[in-house]
């Protein structure tokens, strides 16, 4: 019973010594990194040193990133490069844009195919007097197929929504086949075009109109455009519909569009 008594009671002067140990220590650690005022009052300095944490520090998901990603563009002028990794379905992942002004990952889909690289811009899309970094990146390509997609940058970073296009080709033209001739309606217009003088009309009329197959993004006169094909299947593009951009409300909105028919089918239209 007595042995038992004497460890408990050196058990507790133990723990009691090293309770007083570690204070003392902190203290000393405390008053070492003091700094002290003008007066003599203590200035208390939250130093920490990197070298002695005992965990890692973790590194940026972009940084990691550019570690095995390879240089897809550059534009010198600019000071401006596009990294990112190459994928097996021939495109790019993870992405990012590198600035003067800033990093940041690029979202969007970019073949790898080099005579397709993406297109950088600077120019003032909303009227801040600040000139935007305008990206333009091409999604895919093929035989009556060319599409791309546009991305905007303010000089701190942070992006400006762009209206999809085809949402506004879809406000303003309409298309149907009936009865041996294409029915087409553009801003209120109504004009019909006999099948009969399409290449291949029997397999081009199947496939039906469709607007945007070719759809490619581009600075003109420092305003973004994106111009769109009108086509009948494969071997048929009526012709060209080309949209401007406006900024408005935060967002660069699809505004002024224009059609120009090509021949032979512009001679072959008949307005009604």
């Not at 297109?119 to 990206?135: I, M, R």
């Not at 060319?146 to 303010?154: A, H, P, Q, S």
């Not at 607007?211 to 086509?231: D, F, M, P, W």
Request: aromatic letters at 8%; hydrophobic letters at 35%.
């Amino acid at each position: 019973m007595n042995i038992k008594k004497n460890a408990t009671k050196w058990l507790m002067i133990t723990i009691i010594l090293c309770a007083l140990s570690l204070e003392t220590v902190s203290a000393a650690k405390f008053h070492s990194n003091q700094q002290v005022t003008e007066n003599g009052e203590p200035l208390m300095v939250n130093t920490v040193n990197i070298e002695q944490l005992d965990f890692p520090v973790a590194q940026s998901n972009l940084f990691n990133i550019m570690e095995d990603a390879k240089l897809i563009a550059s534009e010198p002028a600019l000071h401006i490069t596009i990294r990112g990794k190459e994928k097996s379905d021939g495109t790019y992942e993870n992405m990012s844009i590198h600035t003067p002004t800033f990093n940041c990952m690029l979202d969007g889909v970019q073949v790898v195919n080099p005579e397709y690289p993406p297109q950088v811009y600077s120019t003032d899309l909303d009227g801040d007097g600040q000139p935007e970094v305008v990206v333009i990146l091409t999604n895919g390509y093929g035989t009556g197929i060319y599409k791309t997609e546009v991305k905007v940058y303010r000089q701190d970073g942070t992006s400006i929504a762009v209206e999809d296009g085809q949402h506004a080709w879809n406000k303003y033209f309409q298309a149907k086949v009936n009865a041996g001739q294409i029915e087409l309606q553009w801003n209120q217009n109504q004009m019909t075009l006999p099948t009969s003088i399409l290449q291949d009309p029997v397999a081009s009329v199947e496939s039906g109109v469709e607007v945007g197959a070719v759809r490619q993004y581009k600075i003109e006169n420092g305003h973004l455009v994106v111009a769109a094909s009108v086509q009948v299947g494969m071997m048929n593009v009526l012709g060209e519909l080309t949209t401007t951009y406006e900024y408005q409300q935060g967002i660069l909105q699809a505004k002024s569009s224009n059609i120009v028919w090509d021949e032979p089918y512009r001679s072959a239209i008949q307005k009604n």
